[in-house]
């Protein structure tokens, strides 16, 4: 896939990616949004590439109307080079679970322009993933979801999985999955400006 630095994006790219920006989250947080990207041709060409042997790129970047605009909808997308650790991860996921895992339309990656991106998330960071079903259940029971949350967690240290409930920051009626914000440089590009 070829990379894109950002910062090189059309200037109305750049005002809905905000490539490089820092983003405060809620308290005292602030964390920069991902500078490179992977940059998509088209709808077949994301259906085409395997992040890994069970997830396809097009799977962590469905995104629906509530894209904020519409040059958002088309092609060429940008997303986050991070997106390749989120499928390693969910790839690790998979075969613990040993079934198909199924993520939510907006569930992937979104734009910090995206009408659900006003409470900022790892999913603007291409780093996180709404499961909604696991092989023939579907994720909208307490038990359910602490059940897979609990697989989840014995990945590592470095995936979070959102308590159940319906309060924010809560989920009940999907896996919340997610690594932080975590930014990928690849060999060969730099972040200095």
Excluded at 140 to 149: L, N, P
């Amino acid at each position: 896939m070829k990379i894109v630095d950002g910062l090189t994006l059309s200037a109305e790219h750049r005002a809905l990616l905000k490539p490089g920006e820092m983003l405060a989250l809620a308290g005292p947080e602030i964390h920069q949004l991902p500078r490179f990207f992977y940059e998509i041709e088209s709808w077949q060409h994301a259906k085409e590439t395997q992040l890994t042997a069970h997830f396809t790129l097009s799977e962590l970047i469905t995104v629906d109307c509530r894209e904020a605009d519409l040059l958002l909808h088309r092609f060429p997308h940008y997303v986050p080079c991070a997106v390749t650790v989120l499928a390693r991860y969910l790839e690790d996921f998979r075969e613990r679970v040993d079934a198909p895992v199924c993520v939510a339309v907006n569930g992937g990656y979104r734009s910090p322009a995206h009408r659900l991106s006003g409470r900022p998330s790892p999913h603007l960071w291409a780093t996180a993933a709404n499961i909604y079903r696991i092989g023939d259940t579907w994720l909208d029971s307490q038990k359910a979801i602490e059940r897979y949350a609990r697989i989840a967690e014995s990945l590592g240290p470095d995936v979070y999985v959102r308590p159940y409930g319906p309060e924010p920051g809560e989920t009940d009626d999907h896996l919340h999955f997610d690594l932080g914000y975590l930014l990928c440089t690849r060999r060969g590009y730099s972040e200095a400006q």
